[in-house]
């Protein structure tokens, strides 16, 4: 069974694309890997059943109206999961958020972690994360 969900082909480049949607601001991830409570542990389990060449596409919906396009971000499994790692202030998350302000009573408190800008959806960010191959 394939890591990706579909392959956008243009002339000799491909991207492969594991899609992950979402209409609640976050994406879980890792926690079908996670144990004793085990945040780096957990990403490091998800991270070595993605190629490194795989890119992961986020598409949000929450907020969206219906006539719009949703929000969407690429980023590579290795960048998914340092940025996992060091989100709730270092402990680790098995979500992935859009957004998210760490509440009072959290180990992460008055921290907010956000996707990096870098990640949202461009043609040129599509462009560099094409790989070279036969269509």
């Not at 392959?7 to 491909?14: F, P, S």
């Not at 890119?55 to 929000?71: S, T, Y």
Request: proline share 3%; with cysteine.
């Amino acid at each position: 069974m394939p890591e990706y969900d579909l392959v956008a082909v243009k002339e000799n480049h491909k991207i492969k694309l594991s899609v992950k949607g979402s209409q609640e601001g976050g994406w879980g991830l890792t926690q079908s890997h996670l144990k004793d409570r085990d945040y780096h542990g957990a990403v490091d389990k998800w991270l070595a059943r993605h190629k490194s060449d795989t890119v992961m596409c986020f598409v949000q919906f929450k907020g969206i109206a219906i006539d719009q396009l949703p929000r969407v971000y690429l980023a590579r499994p290795a960048e998914v999961a340092k940025w996992l790692k060091a989100s709730a202030g270092g402990r680790g998350d098995t979500v992935l958020r859009e957004r998210h302000v760490w509440g009072t009573n959290a180990q992460a408190a008055g921290t907010t972690d956000e996707i990096p800008e870098a990640w949202r959806f461009s043609c040129d960010l599509a462009s560099s994360m094409a790989t070279a191959g036969e269509a």
